[in-house]
């Protein structure tokens, strides 16, 4: 049974950053390195939003233009985790954060909130 658990979200000010993981539980470190992975946001009164997303073999990103240059999605097989790393947060960004897996299964979420 595939579950993700996001981690990581929080309060801070804007201008700084967080770093949120997703950790997969019933993959072998192997399957997730074989497994697209994405990372979703939905703000308050507003549509849920693909981030970024990183591809399997050439672990291929892509960012959606909002966050592009300051966020960074990436693996840690050794963790068997795809991390977010958010930098030069702005008031916009806050959002519940999701992962999702290209099977479509998602995370709870995690909060960031910036002021």
């Known amino acids: 049974h595939v579950q993700l658990v996001e981690s990581g979200g929080g309060s801070v000010q804007a201008g700084g950053s967080l770093r949120l993981s997703c950790e997969a539980s019933?993959?072998?470190?192997?399957?997730?390195?074989?497994?697209?992975m994405a990372w979703f946001r939905r703000a308050p009164g507003k549509e849920r939003e693909g981030v970024a997303r990183?591809?399997?073999?050439?672990?291929?990103?892509y960012y959606a233009d909002s966050v592009k240059g300051r966020f960074t999605i990436s693996r840690d097989n050794a963790k068997n985790t795809v991390d977010l790393e958010l930098n030069s947060l702005k008031k916009e960004d806050t959002a519940m954060y999701y992962c999702?897996?290209?099977?479509?299964?998602w995370g709870q979420g995690t909060q960031v909130t910036v002021s």
């Open positions: 990183i591809a399997t073999g050439s672990g291929n990103t």
């Open positions: 999702v897996n290209q099977f479509m299964v």
């Open positions: 019933g993959y072998a470190a192997r399957d997730l390195s074989d497994t697209c």
